[in-house]
């Protein structure tokens, strides 16, 4: 067992922090003292925590100061998080010397997967499958080549916030009005929706792992390990044509005829870190053991089927311990008055 790494997970109050810091906890390659902050003291993260932190918003001019003091302060080894938000402002930092890395998608590759627009663009550019794809913000006709019905998302979103199936003209009109939205055909049914975690190694093999899921209310309640090797030939082909040595996850539906068609990208570690670590599908710990000890983890992967359903769960805590977290970062913001 190697000595404590020191690592810190910004953003542990949402599902991929928490799935993040499981993980951490979960790992049989090393050895975790871990750091989980969060921008509210009421974050159930901190309950798989060592220690608890109060941190500033990414867009916060305090954030890079209070970030840079954390890392010295505590000695952090690590720094991580599944906030896209978070991590497009660490992927453009480059630490001065070798005590501590972020490990993060590269800049490039969040402004493109950002946008659904630029996603489907990068897709169509290489060839590679993806949905009909209409701007609503570009001037055009009432001859689309769209059949309703039809999905309209926002360009830039999260989960399934704004996404919405429509079935007449007139609504679409509206979501023209609206502006910043996309419209995309509409491929198979919630049925036939598959999330796949992609690990692409800078020791040269990449790994993926195929899911049907079912959501609720944007995040995957439901997840189920299947063998699809038309999908998996699929995330590599994609993987392919991706410079990326991160864990990143492609949603996808298969259509009528069984082909995959991609509808997002999301570079970062996904919601179900977790579940695919307990299925065999260790990307967050092999991603440490390659990026931060140097060591090929390859023989980490071993997937295995099996089912996961998500279920509501709580955190307990002491009052006095959250009103002292409360209190620290209090004190900490005095330091950039």
């Known amino acids: 067992m190697m000595n404590k790494l020191k690592i810190l997970v910004l953003g542990v109050g949402g599902n991929v922090g928490i799935g993040i810091l499981k993980v951490l906890k979960q790992s ?8 989980g902050a969060c921008v509210n003291k009421n974050s159930a993260g901190f309950k ?34 599944g906030v ?5 402002v660490l992927a453009n930092i480059h630490p001065t010397n070798d005590t501590h890395i972020f490990l993060t998608p590269e800049a490039s590759n969040l402004k493109i997967f950002k946008s659904k627009l630029d996603t489907v663009k990068w897709l169509k550019g290489r060839n590679i499958n993806h949905p009909k794809t209409i701007d609503l913000d570009a001037p055009t006709d009432e001859a689309d080549p769209l059949k309703f019905p039809l999905v309209v998302k926002p360009k830039i979103g999260k989960g399934s916030e704004g996404v919405k199936i429509l079935s007449k003209l007139e609504e679409l009109k509206i979501f023209r009005r609206i502006g910043n939205y996309l419209a ?3 491929i198979g049914t919630k049925e036939s929706e598959y999330t796949c975690g992609v690990y692409k190694s800078k020791f040269g093999y990449t790994k993926v792992i195929v899911m049907q899921r079912y959501l609720h209310n944007g995040s995957t309640c439901y997840a189920k ?3 699809n090797e038309l999908i998996e030939k699929y995330c590599q082909q994609i993987a392919g ?3 990326t040595t991160a864990p990143f996850n492609i949603q996808l539906r298969l259509s009528e005829n069984d082909t995959p068609y991609c509808f997002e990208i999301n570079m970062r570690l996904s919601g179900t870190t977790s579940i695919r670590h307990n299925f065999g599908f260790r990307d967050c710990e092999v991603w440490i053991n390659e990026q931060v000890l140097g060591q090929n983890a390859m023989s980490l992967f071993s997937i ?5 359903i998500r ?7 002491n009052i006095n311990d959250l009103d002292s977290i409360s209190e620290s970062y209090a004190k900490t913001l005095e330091n950039f008055e």
């Open 304 to 308: 295995t089927p099996g089912v996961a």
């Open 241 to 243: 044509e991706l410079e």
């Open 84 to 88: 896209e938000e978070v991590n497009e």
């Open 225 to 227: 390990v299947v063998k």
């Open 28 to 35: 049989s390659t090393f050895s975790a003292e871990v750091y």
């Open 184 to 186: 995309q055909e509409l």
């Open 311 to 317: 279920y509501e769960a709580e955190a307990y805590f």
């Open 48 to 81: 798989f925590s060592d220690f608890a932190l109060i941190s500033p918003y990414a867009n916060d001019p305090n954030f890079l100061p209070w970030l840079n003091r954390i890392v010295k302060n505590y000695g952090i080894r690590v720094v991580l998080s």
